[in-house]
């Protein structure tokens, strides 16, 4: 949980740890506090960053450090008062709901998580129901025509200086991209969204004009794939949401089934650069995005950092020298600018690049040499 946890009441040490370690989508926390104005008690209350249609939403939690029996409040952001998430149709079997606050045990670790768990369950309906409620034609046949896709989260998103506009994260994509890399390290199944956001009300637009698009996807996906490289297909004028999905999900497939092939293209790259450079000294196993070989001009001894891109061999990788020899004054090894002006095709074969690079290194190690000796530290 971090720093400045030691005056956490250990039974809610338990609850948080739990709802940290088995919240599925993970949740974070933003900060803790005590009930004591000057924060030197016992901390039992917290916000938590909880994620939701590709953003987060902030609730405090307040326990009662006194009273470990006492179910914690939830407050909810300024924005949902009128999210009363116990007075909803039920999203769980019945009396599932109330029973999370009569049956609540502070011994059991797994109480917050199922609490939180309901509460997002719940304003994911309570949500659907404000966009539903919104008097826009379009916007009401948007939603009709996605509205049975499993995962999709909707936001009524309002504001003081614009008009209201509405949130759509759809899921994109069913195939678990996890299983098709071999030594996955990723512990959250990775996936690939479409955010579509929809003005409100704007009776002046065109009924067929394109919402704003974009695609999201997690940070860790991008060691295999990187969305942003995309360039989402092209709107037609009387286009649907529904109609430009399943374009969108044909072009990402081949995408990423290429992203995946290319992992061995990187590989055998990598396995080419050990025939003149020697065995890594490290390399990325899983996704060959990064190898290091130990290199020497005469008594000169320095590292070659190879950086290599997703989409390679189309973009070459970016090699980086490092010396085992000389450091600066705060006493880090002295690297080079990252180098990518060296003989390059996309079109050779992995053995006549590396060819090509160990040549282009034997040069390249002298310069780097000189620049290591000039005014730095040497041991």
Known sequence: MGAGTENV????????????????PPLKIDQMWSSDKYNSGLIDRF????PYC?????????FDAESPTTVPDVIFGPEDE??????MSPSV???TNSSLLSDWN??????????????RDQYVLYQGKRVGEVDDDRLKFEVSTIVSREGLEMHMCSFADKSEEVKFAVPLLDMNINKMVSGCPWKQLQKIYLQVVYPVGRKYMSASSAPRLKLVSSF?????YSVDDVKLPSWLDGMCLAEYLPNLEEYLEKQVLEAVSLIDVRRRFIEALAVPLGRPVEADPVFCRKATFLSASGVFTFLVHFLIPSQFPKQQPAIMLQSSQHFNSQMAPIKSRPISDYPWSPRWEPSLMAERIFEFLTDEALTFKRQCSEGQVQL
């Open 9 to 24: 009441p250990p039974f809610i040490g338990a609850q948080l740890n739990h709802l940290l370690s088995h919240s599925r």
């Open 47 to 50: 916000t938590l960053l909880i």
């Open 54 to 62: 590709l953003d987060f939403i902030k609730w405090d939690v307040i």
């Open 82 to 87: 009128h999210f009363h998430p116990f007075h």
């Open 93 to 95: 079997e019945p009396n």
């Open 106 to 119: 502070y011994k059991d670790p797994a109480c917050l998580l199922n609490l939180i768990q309901f509460l």
């Open 220 to 224: 860790e996906l991008k060691a295999l």
